[in-house]
């Protein structure tokens, strides 16, 4: 019986995980379901702005997103919509089986962790480093880079480099509007 409960308990755990990654991505792409007055507010597709969930730091806009497909990744879909656009979503898994669903992006406002590591990469032909928010250092994401550059490189080279990309954690992103949907003006404020 007690083996029975703890098969249960771990059901529910992986319940609930699922369950916060798939609002995780609901509120990242469909915040028109939570703001249905602003849902086809016009002039703002280009200009949606993405920010750390954790601090709030701006780190990209719609603009920014760039597809970057890999034969490594577990899945994709195409059916999602950021700020009026069609965005993949990739799904990928590291060696020690955490999986990441990830948008890639041409820039963001990252910081990222050098030497680049050749090994493990979802993208075949390039090396990664670790991206991190610039100002709670929370895990975003990666950067790429091509597999032949030097371990180590300038941020301006890799900002400035076609050959480049990041690849930033849905889960990590929070659209500014949705954001800013959540913020409660108390009432002794309201004229």
Known sequence: M???RGLWLLVKQLEKLITMHYISFVLLCFPAAY???EACAAGRSSDTLLLCRACGHELAVGTDIHFVPSRLALSSRNDTQLGGRRVNVQ?????????????????ADVRQHWPADKRFSWFPGYAWTVATCPRCNTHLGWGFQPINWPDTITKTRFEESEHTFLALITHQLLREDFASSLLVTPKSFVS
């Open 2 to 4: 007690r083996c029975n």
């Open 91 to 107: 799904l990928f898994e590291n060696p020690h089986g955490h999986r990441f669903e990830v948008i890639t992006f041409r820039n």
């Open 35 to 37: 703001r249905p007055g």
